[in-house]
């Protein structure tokens, strides 16, 4: 395994094994921080304490960035406990930027905002999931961690084309990928991260490649784990449809694989804004580096 990506909420703790093993982890690896409780979209005021104590552990494990979820996820003081959307407005993306704005000022460093899969729409919304993202993104200086998962089931839920998502995010916030399993309900599917990766999905994967470049991926698998023989296949696969659509991208551009795909796109945040070349534990995620894995959190 090359990195690891850690549930931020897991280690905002006092002490215990759960650190322990974070300390042994990062000692060995590079790792990014992923959170689930940020709630940036919500009315209620941006609970502060809880972003000083990211910062506290952030200070002290140094992962090359930090992530959580375009979403809400409580109001009124009560955490609902799961990624709800948003009305995708002008409104909403002034109050959301500037929320993600006060975080990164006060986590000095740039985070990741990472799209939710959804399966209800608001009328109030005016304009597509996508549009919303990008403004977010652009508006707050921030980067985007892209779940093609998300997007795939959310397409289907919506009834829109999956593509026209992933060839409308600006390319140049993108640094990071997911990828999961989800359930087929029939009338609507659920991100449940507890199936292997469906075709259509390493399809949009492979599309997402070919326009982003090799940017780092990282396989979720949250429920019915199995042997870890599956999941290295599961992180092997990518690699090797990472590459084939590389070199099919180089290929039809008549050019090597080096100069069509230079990784111009595929860096970490640095602690003020700018997409720049990320170097967990002294080494960066560079081409070389940026590879997948599995991960049960």
């Known amino acids: ?73 409580g109001v009124g003081g009560r955490n609902l406990h799961d990624l709800l959307p948003l009305p995708y407005t002008e409104e909403t993306v002034r109050h959301v930027a500037g929320r993600v704005r006060e975080v990164q000022d006060i986590l000095e460093r740039t985070v990741l905002i990472e799209n939710v899969s959804s399966y209800m729409a608001f009328r109030a919304s005016r304009l597509k999931e996508w549009e919303f993202l990008g403004a977010v993104a652009e508006e707050a200086d921030c980067a985007i961690l892209l779940d093609l998962n ?4 959310s397409a289907f839920n919506h009834r829109f084309d999956p593509l026209d998502y992933i060839d409308a995010v600006p390319a140049d916030r993108v640094v990071q990928f997911h990828l999961a399993g989800h359930s087929d309900h029939g009338s609507h599917l659920l991100d449940t ?28 698998w949250d429920d019915n784990i199995p ?12 690699r090797q449809r990472c590459e084939s659509a590389l070199a099919s991208a180089a290929a039809a551009q008549g050019t090597g694989p080096a100069a069509a795909h230079e990784p111009s796109v595929c860096h970490g ?13 002294g080494e960066p995620l560079g081409p070389e580096r940026q590879r997948t894995l599995p991960t049960s959190g």
């Open 1 to 73: 395994m090359d990195w690891f990506e850690v549930i931020s909420e897991n280690f905002m703790v006092e002490g215990g094994r759960p650190l322990e093993v974070l300390e042994g982890v990062r000692a060995q690896y590079p790792v990014v921080m992923h959170g689930v409780s940020l709630s940036v979209g919500s009315s209620d005021p941006l609970n502060r304490d809880y972003v000083r104590a990211l910062r506290t552990l952030a200070r002290r494990f140094e992962p090359a960035w930090i992530s959580d979820h375009l979403c809400w996820t």
């Open 150 to 153: 998300n997007i795939f089931v």
């Open 193 to 220: 991260h507890d199936h292997p990766i469906r075709p259509e999905v390493w399809a949009l994967y492979e599309h997402a490649v070919r326009r982003f470049g090799r940017v780092p991926t990282l396989i979720e």
């Open 227 to 238: 042997e870890f023989e599956v999941l290295a296949a599961a992180a092997d696969e990518a």
């Open 269 to 281: 945040p640095d602690r003020r804004g700018r997409l720049c070349g990320a170097t967990p534990a």
